[in-house]
């Protein structure tokens, strides 16, 4: 039996794909689906099913065009309603798959519809169980996702139905199964994930609180429900377009043209219109477009997209390597962002020799800070996350934590030193700041990790 996790770090999301005897299953597929449709190539295997665990919102799923490739049937769980063809499952519902099952469970709590499939061999004993976002390493799903779509239910109901789904369908599980989870730690469907993404059920019975047989219900819900951070604006949008449908992303590839700087100008000035630089923070801070923001491909680019840039943004326009371009298309669509139209064709140095206006950005050594910071005169920035803030910080630093609603007044009126944990924040804090009008801006290299080895002083 062959059993592939697809990790995809940027989302910090799991997908899989299950074979045995020429017939295989993929569990919650990204978009890019070669990957899945290569593992079948190469065994001649059919891919016969494609489970979803549950309406996703933190980024758009595979099912759909992995179906319009390999005929295979999409299945949910209980609960789900689609705007497409899909089984929807019945509670302890059986998938035979070459001689081995899938068993659907139905496990609500995350969303109604919340499922997860327990994978037994051909002497129908257990071998895994594939958790979705209903129960991670060290953590279960979150219970605050679904109330937009389910009227009615509080996250206090939800996490009581969570509650009852671990007890009844997870719990009394063989301790020897293999856990797989939908994500791991970074993901904003959960609060306290492992970066391991593989366990035995077993081991998480008694590492994870969630599972934790003396733990009372309502204890449960008030750790489940506290301390939940706002989930990003993005996600309502991700779940639409998962019970709905959406447009293939072959086709949204096509519709994306390279343009002159002539044309890609006019494109500008249209309204509802930005520019998206997913260059280096090194090459962006080298030379951009004015007005343009920063996000670095080689970085957690889809969720910093998503906390960025409004969902309703109407028009994106690119700047980017040109053998780049199809992959930051499909990693915008992974999180149901569609905006994009078109790319500046020959890169920023076509811009500038055009006569066009380029900008830069002042990068400062760690080492070099470290010389002046005693004398400093103008503003530090610390925009790592408060949580950073708080394990260790510089002492005069000031922590304004990057998201799309920064609110920068008298603080970038004079020479304004930023820093996150290793540079990738601050450039995008940055290209924001300077797009509202600030400029006196000036990047610490290797942020905060950098002035620790530099040996600043606190």
Request: charged letters at 20%; hydrophobic letters at 40%; one cysteine or more.
């Amino acid at each position: 039996m062959k059993i592939e996790q697809i990790y995809e770090k940027c989302l910090s999301q799991a997908s899989y794909y299950i074979e045995f005897n020429g017939e295989a299953a993929v569990i919650d597929p990204l978009r890019d689906v070669s990957r899945y449709l290569a593992l079948a190539d190469v065994s001649g295997a059919k891919i016969k099913y494609i489970f979803e665990t549950h309406f996703h919102a933190d980024f758009v799923s595979g099912h759909l065009e992995l179906e319009q490739k390999t005929g295979a049937v999409i299945i949910f769980g209980p609960e789900a309603v689609t705007g497409f063809k899909a089984h929807i499952a019945s509670d302890g519902e059986y998938f035979g798959l070459g001689g081995a099952s899938l068993t659907l469970l139905h496990t609500p709590g995350h969303t109604l519809e919340s499922s997860c499939l327990l994978l037994k061999d051909v002497h129908h004993q257990q071998v895994a169980i594939f958790t979705g976002d209903t129960l991670f390493l060290g953590d279960v799903g979150r219970p605050d996702l679904a109330q937009d779509t389910n009227i009615g239910l509080s996250k206090e109901n939800l996490a009581g139905m969570l509650y009852d789904s671990l007890h009844r369908n997870i719990l009394p599980l063989s301790d020897h199964i293999t856990l797989y989870p939908g994500h791991g730690a970074g993901s904003a469907c959960g609060k306290n994930m492992s970066s391991e993404t593989v366990d035995t059920l077993g081991n998480q019975r008694k590492s994870n609180y969630a599972l934790n047989a003396q733990l009372s219900k309502p204890d449960f819900i008030h750790l489940l429900c506290g301390n939940l951070n706002d989930a990003p604006e993005y996600f309502p949008m991700d779940v639409r377009l998962n019970r709905q449908g959406y447009t293939s992303i072959d086709q949204i590839i096509k519709m994306v043209v390279p343009l002159n700087p002539r044309h890609f100008s006019e494109r500008m000035s249209q309204q509802g219109t930005m520019v998206l630089d997913v260059r280096s923070a090194d090459d962006f801070a080298a030379g951009h477009i004015p007005g343009s923001i920063n996000i670095g491909l080689d970085g957690r680019f889809a969720p910093w997209v998503g906390e960025i840039i409004p969902s309703s943004q109407k028009q994106i326009l690119l700047v980017c390597p040109r053998e780049r371009i199809e992959e930051t298309i499909m990693r915008l669509g992974r999180i149901g962002y569609h905006q994009c139209t078109a790319y500046l064709a020959l890169g920023i140095d076509s811009w500038s020799s055009a006569g066009n206006p380029v900008e830069n950005v002042l990068n400062i050594s760690a080492a070099a800070f470290c010389e002046l910071h005693q004398n400093l005169k103008g503003n530090l920035i610390d925009v790592r996350a408060a949580s950073e803030f708080a394990l260790g910080s510089i002492g005069d630093s000031q922590n304004i934590p990057l998201s799309k609603d920064i609110e920068l007044k008298n603080e970038l009126m004079e020479d304004t030193y930023i820093f996150c944990a290793g540079g990738y924040r601050s450039m995008i804090f940055i290209s924001k700041a300077k797009a509202a009008g600030h400029q006196k801006l000036i990047n610490i290299s290797g942020g905060y990790n950098a002035l620790v080895q530099a040996g600043i002083q606190s």
